[in-house]
């Protein structure tokens, strides 16, 4: 079973960057899809990017396009995600997932099968 953790988060201020690194237990990454997606306190989660097998595609929803870019290393079974222009409001923890198809389902958690355990991102002065 493909097992998926996050780490890379921390307190930044706004405005500030932030890289967070997914990386997989075992080899062969290249097989999966691989999604994030945030929760805030009292909110539902939201799917923020989704990058192919061979990471030539990404897909992501207009509330983050722009600040956050997906990016992959098949040969270190990693995949990232560089986050800039912080602001309190992407406070949350961010999880990482994969999914089977071969191209990018719709960021749902219903189309992601193996999950990590989160990274918490705080934005505050």
């Known amino acids: 079973q493909l097992q998926l953790v996050e780490s890379g988060g921390g307190l930044v201020q706004p405005g500030g960057s932030l890289r967070l690194s997914c990386a997989a237990s075992?080899?062969?990454?290249?097989?999966?899809?691989i999604a994030w997606f945030r929760q805030a306190p009292g909110k539902e989660r939201e799917g923020i990017s989704c990058?192919?097998?061979?990471?030539?595609?990404?897909n992501y929803p207009d509330s983050v396009k722009g600040r956050f870019t997906a990016s992959r290393d098949n040969a270190y079974n990693t995949v990232y995600l560089q986050i800039h222009s912080l602001k309190p409001e992407d406070t949350a923890i961010y999880y990482c997932a994969a999914g089977s198809r071969i191209s990018c389902p719709p960021i749902a958690p219903g189309n992601y099968f193996y999950w990590g355990q989160g990274t918490q991102v705080t934005v505050s002065s």
């Open positions: 075992r080899d062969h990454l290249e097989y999966y899809v």
């Open positions: 990058i192919s097998r061979d990471g030539r595609s990404t």
